[in-house]
């Protein structure tokens, strides 16, 4: 009952700082703005050491990829990956992954300097009008941090604000770019 409870408590603190970092989205200017200060936010309320972007090529989000490189922000914490090998690496799922065993097949995926580092792992799918363009990922020093089978219903959450927010930034630069 004890460890019932304890979970209960876990996730309401979740909870909370999710809906504390939601409610900032509105907040950003665009999506370099976004990326910017949502990675640093989740490092800072989470206290995650390894938080990071991936966006896939060959998807319709290039001039995000350039925008991000443009960062020195994001640049640190972007990691470019081949759409095909991005989309094996997450079993082609919308759906958060954790991992935290033989996190080899995911070294493509995980920052350059860093990858040995990194012991367990949770991969949150960016999705933007039904595409799947890229990831927010979370490592961590300890292989008990993300485990399969605990729940990511909370990540998933934040991750689908994200991509909505982010959606409404392309949507908004596309019409600006017509006039």
């Known amino acids: 009952m ?3 409870v304890d979970i209960l408590k876990k996730n309401e603190e979740i909870a909370k700082k999710i809906s504390k970092i939601e409610k900032t989205l509105p907040s950003f200017l665009n999506a370099k703005d976004l990326f910017e200060k949502l990675l640093v936010q989740i490092e800072e309320e989470f206290d995650i050491p390894f938080v990071w972007i991936s966006v ?4 319709g989000f290039a001039g995000l990829i350039q925008l991000m490189r ?6 640190e914490r972007l990691n470019i990956i081949d759409r095909l090998t991005f989309l094996s690496i997450i079993a082609d799922s919308a759906k958060p992954v954790l991992f935290n065993n033989d996190l080899k ?5 995980l920052p350059r300097k ?6 367990s792992l ?11 363009m890229g990831s927010i990922n979370l490592g ?8 399969p089978g605990m729940d990511t219903g909370l990540l998933e959450e934040l991750v689908s604000t994200v ?10 630069e596309k019409e600006a770019s017509k006039q």
Request: aromatic share 14%; glycine share 0%.
């Open 2 to 4: 004890d460890e019932n």
């Open 56 to 59: 896939a090529t060959e998807t």
């Open 70 to 75: 443009a960062s020195h922000i994001i640049k």
């Open 105 to 109: 097949p995911f070294y493509k995926l």
């Open 114 to 119: 860093k990858k040995f580092f990194i012991k």
């Open 122 to 132: 949770a991969i949150a799918p960016i999705v933007i009008n039904s595409e799947i």
């Open 140 to 147: 961590d020093y300890s292989n008990l941090r993300y485990q």
């Open 163 to 172: 991509s909505t927010c982010l959606s409404n930034f392309m949507t908004c």
